[in-house]
């Protein structure tokens, strides 16, 4: 596998990661989403808000205009959770769509990411890797915090298995958010 379609990988299944997560959130009251709760970020909405606002800080500086620390402000941006799955499967698909037109050449690229004190410089691959880890990460927390709602945390750890048991168990989420496994490994 090359690097390219390692990371186009990646970017599949973190919006699948995040289509589940956000799928079991979608249940909740804005009561739950809200209420304060043990992890790093003190709530559901914000945990996921975060998520989303590093997002636009990652892919924005892949795209070589970075929003730098305007990305955190406000720090919760979409307070209503039906704004926020919006924004995030958006941001999902811009993912997608950056790493399926990366090359070689534009995974070595140096890429800019302005920080209050100082600008952070690391090659486009590396950025991205820390972006599914620190995504994977904040999604934990959220699962974690799911844990005590009256919603179940879904099935999260898993990285497209081929066999066809896996694949027919990925099957309706796929086709709500319009992949097919050939888009994926072809």
């Not at 699948?16 to 559901?44: D, G, M, V, Y």
């Not at 909405?45 to 402000?73: K, Q």
């Not at 039906?82 to 890429?111: F, G, P, T, Y």
Request: charged letters at 20%.
């Amino acid at each position: 596998m090359t690097p390219q379609r390692y990371l186009l990988a990646q970017a599949y299944n973190n919006a699948w990661a995040n289509h589940r997560l956000l799928k079991a959130c979608r249940q909740l009251s804005a009561a739950e989403l809200h209420a304060e709760r043990t992890s790093f970020f003190p709530s559901i909405i914000h945990t996921l808000n975060h998520i989303l606002t590093v997002d636009w800080l990652y892919i924005s500086a892949l795209e070589g205009h970075c929003l730098g620390p305007a990305a955190f402000e406000p720090d919760i941006p979409f307070p209503v959770f039906a704004d926020l799955e919006r924004e995030q499967r958006a941001e999902d698909r811009r993912l997608i769509d950056h790493c399926r037109q990366m090359d070689r050449e534009a995974l070595a690229v140096q890429v800019e990411i302005p920080r209050r004190t100082y600008v952070q410089v690391e090659s486009a691959d590396r950025v991205l890797l820390h972006l599914f880890q620190h995504q994977i990460h904040h999604r934990g927390q959220v699962h974690a915090m799911l844990a005590g709602t009256s919603v179940a945390p879904p099935q999260l750890d898993e990285f497209f298995p081929g066999e066809p048991a896996s694949e027919a168990l990925r099957k309706q989420d796929f086709a709500e958010l319009g992949f097919t496994e050939a888009m994926i490994w072809s």
